[in-house]
């Protein structure tokens, strides 16, 4: 399946206090939200109010939550970091810029059906074409 997204506005990187989505090989540690509204806000990971699209008001985490754990030495603060996958209110910058703080952001009905199709412990790889690792980049010079 493809899906729009919207990652870090700032760009990608591990470093915390960036708002950077972080690189490189990740797994889903735990999957939130299980059987609520696409609607849903969550706060700390805890659902609150139902988002009205009407009433956008703050930056939400909408649907369902996957908390990435990074695998990798350079990325292993992602948990830390709270860097999700989740569904989005902004739905107008999904698949045309980015625009979160760190985490990659989905429509709230496309992270309800992600949701289903993958398991706490699946792989998940980001990479940015703009800004390869090392080990990306000379992938890339060899093809």
């Known amino acids: 399946k493809k899906y729009p997204i919207s990652t870090g506005l700032l760009g990608t990187g591990e470093k915390a206090n960036t708002g950077k989505t972080p690189r ?3 797994q889903i ?3 939130i939200g299980h059987g609520h509204h696409p609607h849903q806000s969550f706060r700390a990971r805890i659902p609150t109010q139902m988002y009205d ?3 956008p008001g703050r930056d939400n985490i909408l649907g369902r939550i996957l ?3 990074g695998q990798q030495s350079h990325n292993s603060n992602t948990k830390k970091r709270c860097i999700y996958i989740h569904g989005t209110g902004a ?3 999904l698949g045309k810029v980015p625009h979160s ?3 990659v952001r989905m429509d709230p009905h ?5 949701y289903t199709l993958v398991n706490e412990g699946t792989a998940v790889y980001i990479y940015d074409q703009g800004n390869p690792l090392p080990w990306e980049k000379s992938a890339i010079t060899h093809l």
């Open 24 to 26: 490189g090989l990740h």
């Open 29 to 31: 540690d735990q999957k």
């Open 53 to 55: 699209p009407k009433n």
């Open 67 to 69: 908390v990435l754990d």
């Open 91 to 93: 739905t107008w910058h």
């Open 101 to 103: 703080r760190g985490c």
């Open 110 to 114: 496309d992270i309800v059906e992600l």
